[in-house]
């Protein structure tokens, strides 16, 4: 028999071996919905102890599974790729059941828009960058968590008012996706980031909370910021 098959057979083996665990298929599903998730989080969905909970995430990281996280003093869990998601998917339509959606518990005032440090999260900011990505205006191939600015993605932002160029010479990361604490995504960060934040105020898309990291987003701010970035049809 060819060697390669056996490695193959060997290989699907142990990854349908890690999914076949109930904590771990638990933990797996939870994360289908893209939203990453900590340990402790995790130990609870499984309904294992932290250390159990430890020990399973260590098996479906080894098996390329599962990969981490670091956001400052946190960590936190995904999906490895969008082709292990893929197969989770599969495998969930051939068991017949329904997936749980994610409830973030951030009061709303906080969860619609924020600062961090000095760019924007929150929902308004996640889906700003997935939007960014999704029409290729930033690179994530260059370096690992860090983004460059697609030719596309630097016409459109100097369009909005960006100092592209003023911004690529600052001695900081000059764009890097963020994990966002209350949507479990990434919103844009770095350099780039706090740029849009800036932009957004003055625009008045946005406002500062006097007391608070909460930003107002008046429904006319939001219509434009989304139309500034192609999201929707201008007024």
């Known amino acids: 028999m060819d060697a390669d098959k056996i490695d193959a057979d060997d ?3 142990r990854i349908a071996g890690a999914i076949a665990e109930p904590a ?7 994360l289908l919905d893209g939203h990453a998730r900590t340990s402790t989080e995790l130990s609870v969905v499984a309904d294992v102890s932290p250390s159990t909970a430890s020990a399973h995430l260590a ?4 098996d390329a599974l599962l990969e981490q996280l670091v956001q400052g003093r946190h960590r936190y869990w995904r999906l490895a790729s969008r082709d292990v998601a893929a197969a989770l998917e599969a495998l969930l ?3 017949g059941v329904p997936r749980a959606p994610f409830e973030p518990s951030t009061p709303t005032r906080l969860r619609q828009a924020r600062t961090c440090y000095d760019h924007m999260a929150g929902t308004l900011a996640v889906e700003l960058h997935e939007h960014c990505l999704a029409q290729g205006w930033l690179d994530d191939a260059s370096a690992p968590g860090e983004y460059a600015l697609t030719p596309d993605g630097a016409t459109h932002f100097v369009r909005l008012g960006v100092d592209v160029a003023a911004l690529r010479k600052l001695r900081r990361r000059f764009a890097c996706p963020c994990l966002d604490w209350s949507e479990r995504k990434p ?4 350099a780039l980031g706090a740029a849009v ?3 957004a105020l003055a625009k008045g898309w946005v406002e500062q ?3 608070s990291r909460a930003l107002a987003v008046p429904a006319r701010g939001r219509r434009a910021m989304l139309a500034a970035f192609g999201l929707v049809s201008p007024a």
């Open 187 to 190: 919103h844009l960060g770095g």
């Open 24 to 30: 771990r298929a638990r933990m797996l599903c939870c």
């Open 197 to 199: 934040l800036q932009l």
């Open 59 to 62: 098996r479906l990281k080894d």
């Open 93 to 95: 339509v051939v068991a």
């Open 11 to 13: 290989r699907l083996a």
């Open 209 to 211: 909370d006097l007391d």
